[in-house]
């Protein structure tokens, strides 16, 4: 190691960094440089390297070859314990914690065996942990679970506990990913504070109006390589899209040609569910792509879930192509070709630790047995495969585990389960929640697709561009309540936003 100081402005400095695994390139002379307290976006797909060079630069990997800088000093080789004592601390998407363990023992354990104390004394811990919550105004019981905790509150703490560690430079690993956007902001204000006393942020992200939103400068990477350094300032939305993915989007609005004169796949009758939403009513027409967007709280995923039979509706009526049904519970929904896309797909999506294969045929598994209800592997092996192709999942083998996928296959896993039972309807709740731009595209094209073709799509969420550009009707929620009408070719954006804020 030299230990000669550099430019003291350069808090990292990573310099032609290459790396392999079993022969596969993953990273490929990759440069980063991060200056004292600025926020800079580490950006690229999924599988562009990004996770293989923040596990470098906190010394997880070991580099085949480059140089790292951090403070000054610089490094061929780098531990993880070279990385935390020049202030680098990693939060991770798991963010690390003792679920069964309290919110101040999570805080302060890290000290404690820092200072190879052999007794607890519980006075300690509880200053070490209300000092470490002082740093960014968090208000939280100490002694409270964090497995009781919400995402965005264990989150907080992950970021006390690096600040407790000395933290001069903390890297975020896809801090957004399960936040809602009232969160999002509370983490900004957060990143800002940190920023104030110096402290760096390496924002590692592929959401473009959060990467323009928080950060200063940004990397880009495509399959291991640099293909842009800049600040924020200097590119667009479409610029940011064509250097992450090497591809340019059209964004047009969805506009099909919709006979409203017909009877709607599914017409909702002053539908109300104590606590959840009340007297909701609205058609869905087929070949229709119809987004409901509010805030959170307004009732939206509530509606979702009532129209799905997870959460029945005390009152009012639906109609299937015109007839009277009854949606008492997720069976109903799906004999009636109801499907059903949920925000969680790792939790409520898929079967984590089973095959892509099972994954993609679980909700049509009577159609693929015989009549003694026997599985038939013929049946079973080419719906597979025609799933695979048609959306284009990316695997070396079906039979690895799901989890082994990145988010968008993933999302094209959960897809796949409505569309190979002939879904009439289909709804879907924040419907790309966590993939890349590229795969982001995509989905919304297969789902372009499928209206075409006479499904009718019912899109949840709080992504306005995602509803402006992917739904041809509008619809917004307030406190419960059904409160606008809106072509999407009739709103810009700020105007949308304006409407589901405005009382």
């Not at 890297?171 to 204000?189: C, G, H, S, W, Y």
């Not at 094209?412 to 879907?428: C, F, G, P």
């Not at 995602?466 to 619809?475: P, S």
Request: charged share 25%; glycine share 8%; net charge neutral.
């Amino acid at each position: 190691m030299d230990t000669t100081p550099q430019t003291a402005e350069i808090i990292l400095k990573a310099s032609n960094i290459k790396k392999s695994f079993s022969g596969v390139v993953a990273l490929d002379g990759v440069d980063l440089e991060i200056k004292k307290g600025e926020i800079h976006c580490l950006a690229g797909e999924n599988g562009c390297g990004k996770s293989t060079l923040i596990k470098i630069i906190s010394g997880v990997y070991g580099m085949d070859s480059g140089k790292i800088e951090l403070n000054g000093h610089t490094y061929h080789k780098i531990s993880p314990i070279d990385s935390i004592r020049n202030g680098v601390q990693v939060i991770y998407q798991d963010f690390s914690l003792f679920p069964n363990l309290s919110v101040m023992e999570n805080l302060a354990y890290n000290t404690e065996l820092a200072q190879k104390r052999t007794f607890v004394n519980w006075k300690r811990l509880r200053k070490i942990a209300e000092e470490a919550i002082r740093m960014i105004d968090f208000n939280i019981d100490l002694d409270q679970k964090v497995e009781l905790l919400s995402i965005a509150n264990r989150q907080q703490i992950a970021i006390c506990r690096a600040l407790i560690n000395d933290a001069k430079l903390i890297i975020m690993d896809e801090p957004t990913t399960a936040l809602t956007k009232k969160e999002v902001q509370n983490l900004f204000r957060i990143i800002k504070l940190l920023q104030v006393k110096g402290i760096s942020i390496l924002f590692v992200s592929h959401k473009i109006e959060e990467v323009f939103e928080i950060s200063e400068r940004l990397t880009i990477l495509r399959n291991g390589k640099n293909v842009l350094a800049c600040s924020t300032s200097e590119i667009d939305n479409q610029d940011f899209s064509y250097y992450m993915t090497g591809k340019k989007f059209e964004m047009s609005c969805y506009d099909p040609t919709i006979d409203y004169s017909a009877t709607p796949i599914l017409k909702v009758n002053n539908l109300s569910l104590k606590n959840g939403f009340n007297d909701i009513s609205f058609s869905l027409y087929r070949g229709e792509i119809l987004g409901i967007t509010g805030l959170l709280g307004s009732g939206r995923t509530e509606l979702a879930l009532s129209l799905f039979g997870i959460c029945p509706a005390d009152s009012g009526s639906i109609e299937l192509n015109g007839i009277d049904v009854k949606i008492t519970s997720v069976f109903d929904a799906i004999q009636n070709g109801i499907g059903y896309v949920p925000d969680d797909r790792l939790t409520e999506g898929l079967f984590l630790d089973q095959a892509i294969s099972d994954n993609i045929i679980v909700s049509n598994l009577e159609n693929l047995s015989n009549k003694i209800g026997i599985l038939d592997n013929k049946k079973r092996i080419a719906a597979i495969k025609e799933w695979l192709e048609k959306l284009s999942i990316k695997t070396s083998d079906p039979r690895d585990n799901v989890q082994t996928l990145s988010g968008g296959n993933q999302q094209r896993v959960v897809l796949s389960k409505w569309m190979s039972r002939n879904t009439a309807i289909l709804i879907l709740n924040g419907p790309t929640i966590g993939v890349d731009i590229g795969s982001k595209n995509e989905i919304h094209t297969i789902l372009r697709s499928l209206a075409e073709k006479g499904m009718g799509i019912l899109i949840i969420s709080d992504d306005l561009p995602e509803v402006l550009t992917t739904c041809n009707r509008i619809l917004i929620m307030k406190h419960g309540n059904l409160m606008g009408r809106l072509k999407s070719s009739d709103i810009s954006e700020l105007e949308l936003a304006r409407e589901c804020i405005s009382n």
